[in-house]
């Protein structure tokens, strides 16, 4: 094993490598002069692992380089605790799912199983210490700490279930019960690590040592999400989709900041490259030739000064993604594995007759087939040839910005549009209006005797090209709504503000990936 041949300093620049922050760092020392760390990394099974769970599965690879005992916890029952995420009867499937999927990752990036331990966390969740744990903890925490320990992690709604408030004690009680020196997560769960730290030590235990990656930008810029369909990659997508995803992908050219491609360069890619290997750009002799970069900064720099294109950078993207993949892929071509991803993940059911409604997020005319994104105006003309209507520049963060047509000439002024951000309903099908095309719908609120008229108000840090969804919808989006089955128009009937002017369908708040609301001045108004 590497980690024998390596000296305590070594362990420890291998295990921190590339983390955004570490909490414990004196103690790191301590334990690695001593003998080798303990940590365990947990994975709530809720929706389908994508390929940003590589950035985990590389640091893992660094852990068990540096000779580390490596723990992967499946936490079914924090996926059944946290507000809407995973139903209670396909926890069971999911999880499988899940071992089956994590290990083809780790196999297909050369890490030996037999140095890993899985475990998944309802086989002692429900001990009686446990349990017990739980009772004492709760006695402990106050409501205040609990909202704010999972404020990043835990689904935040007005009235939020009890079972969200206990997630982040029980997430705390797994460092002491999987006897291990440190957790592994994302700088999202930093609030749930300083909770640990508080309050393990008032139950008697050891405070942990906390390992934190850094975020790692979605397609579409933001955080990569299971529930965004367009914002990552499914694991066991074909490379034509792997195509089509990046080719849509935000990447600006020189914008190295929120760059979900080259992070996935940084911490996948350079993680995972044997010494002599680096990361190969492909291009035709007029627009660079060939080059290859043995070192991540020297590529993010050459990035930063424009010296390589978006479509170099994402082609060459796209062929290690496929590289990664293609054993994935092959593994789940076997019938049985096949069986269990569309039991684990069913898709939508149809409800026929008189048969009782779906549950939320499973209904056929469900508002997860609107694909509805954040625009940014940053053109606003009057139409030549209708007084009433404005013709639309609207950045998408795709390759170039929409057209897109809207009656609003009589209720917004141009000064207040233009620069504006707006949620813009995607998949319509063009129609021309008066002569020009329009590629989608800006989405406005509208009193019932239309005399007065707005777009839906974005949070401020909203990113344009960002999906917006549905609290409780987690579905693909239809590449284009069919006109002819009208499905806008029986959606658009529920698609309304509540009585505090917040945008919801039925009950469900329309959210961005950041999981704030969009709003309205305009109250129990209709949307459209």
């Known amino acids: 094993m590497v980690g024998t041949t390596l000296s305590a300093d070594e362990k420890k620049k291998l295990i921190t490598r590339n983390l955004q922050e570490t909490l414990g760092d004196d103690k790191l020392t301590k334990i690695l002069q001593e003998r080798d760390l303990k940590i365990y990394w947990g994975t709530a099974t809720t929706g389908k692992p994508h390929v940003a769970y590589f950035v985990p599965m590389s640091k893992i690879a660094d852990f068990l380089k540096a000779g580390c005992e490596v723990t992967i916890l499946f936490a079914d029952l924090h996926a059944y ?54 009772y004492k903890l709760s006695s402990l925490v106050t409501i205040h700490d609990a909202k704010k320990a999972g404020a990043e992690v835990v689904k935040q709604v007005e009235f939020p279930l009890l079972s969200c408030l206990l997630y982040p004690g029980l997430q705390g009680l797994d460092e002491e019960y999987l006897k291990v020196d440190a957790q592994f997560g994302g700088v999202d769960q930093r609030k749930i690590f300083t909770f640990s730290e508080k309050y393990l030590p008032q139950l008697g235990y ?29 694991l066991l997508d074909s490379p034509a989709n792997v195509k089509k995803k990046l080719k849509k992908a935000f990447c600006e ?43 991540y900064s020297e590529l993010e ?39 269990l991803t569309a039991a684990a993940y069913p898709p939508p059911a149809k409800v026929k007759g008189n048969a009782a409604p779906a549950a939320a997020g499973s209904e056929e005319d469900g508002p997860h087939r609107l694909d509805i994104r954040v625009g940014k105006v940053i053109e606003v003309a009057l139409h030549p040839d209708a007084d009433t209507l404005y013709v639309l520049k609207i950045d998408l963060a795709e390759a170039q910005p929409r057209t ?31 002569g020009i095309l329009s590629e989608g719908m800006v989405l406005c609120t509208s009193n019932a005797d239309h005399t007065v008229v707005e777009p839906i108000v974005l949070p401020a840090a909203a990113k344009p090209g960002s999906r917006l969804s549905f609290e409780g919808y987690s579905g693909t989006p239809d590449e284009q709504l069919n006109p002819k089955k009208k499905v806008w128009e029986k959606l658009s009937v529920d698609f309304k503000t509540n009585a505090e002017g917040v945008a919801v369908w039925k009950d469900n708040f329309l959210l961005t990936t950041e999981g704030e609301q969009l709003t309205s001045k305009l109250a129990n108004c209709s949307i459209k």
């Open 81 to 134: 605790l946290d507000n809407m995420k995973a139903p209670w009867p396909l926890l069971e499937l999911r999880t499988k799912y899940y071992e089956q999927v994590i290990k083809a990752m780790l196999r297909s990036i050369d890490v030996p199983l037999d140095k890993l331990k899985f475990v998944k966390g309802s086989d002692y969740q429900l001990s009686k210490e446990y349990t017990l744990d739980v």
């Open 253 to 295: 050219p020189g914008n190295i900041a929120d760059n979900g491609l080259l992070s996935f360069v940084k911490h996948v890619l350079f993680s995972l490259f044997k010494e002599g290997e680096g990361f190969e750009i492909n291009r035709a002799a007029d627009n660079g030739g060939d080059i290859t970069f043995y070192q």
């Open 404 to 434: 897109i047509i809207s009656g609003l000439v009589k209720f917004v002024t141009v000064e207040e549009l233009d620069q504006r951000l707006v949620a813009v309903l995607c998949n319509l099908k063009p129609s021309k209006m008066r």
């Open 301 to 339: 720099q050459y990035y930063a000064d424009n010296k390589l294109h978006p479509g170099d950078l994402k082609a060459s993207v796209e062929k290690y993604i496929n590289r990664l993949l293609d054993p994935i892929r092959k593994t789940f071509e076997e019938p049985e594995l096949k069986k």
């Open 206 to 234: 050891e405070k942990r040592i906390h390992f934190m990656n850094p975020m790692v930008p979605g397609l579409a810029g933001g955080k990569m999400s299971s529930s965004e369909e367009d914002s990552k990659i499914d």
